[in-house]
């Protein structure tokens, strides 16, 4: 069951007792579990929807050689989150979305599927970091230049 729990917790970013809640409720079947992880951090993201984000940072992601960049401003609670790998990470895979898939604002951002994994939005993605944190983390804006193109 341990090894169970480290797969769970690698997928889906949950606490101990939580990936061990899941996989008893699935009875082992892991993909079950990771829809229960899921469903669990969305209605966690959900409560934390209305907190106020009044830090976080503006990203900058130039790609193919210069020809097209995005910048996006994602916004969490505390620079001790701001600060964070994850938080960073999050950040490239919004700015490197806006490069391929050239929203025209954020809703259409949000319910676009993830250029990484087509079986989950943008808001998806932003909702499993919020549980992940504990934190409210909001796209706030996005803006994206491609060479030529005005």
Do not use: W
């Amino acid at each position: 069951m341990l090894d169970q729990i480290k797969e769970l917790r690698e997928k889906t970013g949950a606490g101990v007792m939580d990936a061990k809640k899941a996989i008893e409720e699935a009875s082992g079947d892991m993909k079950k579990a990771v829809e229960l992880i899921r469903a669990k951090g969305l209605a966690r993201a959900e409560a934390k929807a209305e907190r106020e984000v009044k830090s976080g940072r503006v990203y900058c992601y130039t790609h193919a050689g210069g020809t097209a960049a995005a910048m996006v401003e994602v916004a969490c609670e505390t620079d001790f989150v701001a600060k964070t790998e994850e938080f960073d990470a999050l950040c490239k895979e919004i700015a490197m979305q806006i490069v391929s898939m050239n929203p025209t604002d954020v809703d259409e951002l949000m319910a676009q599927p993830y250029i990484r994994d087509g079986s989950k939005t943008i808001e998806q993605l932003v909702k499993e970091l919020v549980s992940k944190t504990g934190e409210n983390i909001r796209i706030v804006r996005l803006a994206r230049f491609k060479l030529g193109v005005e």
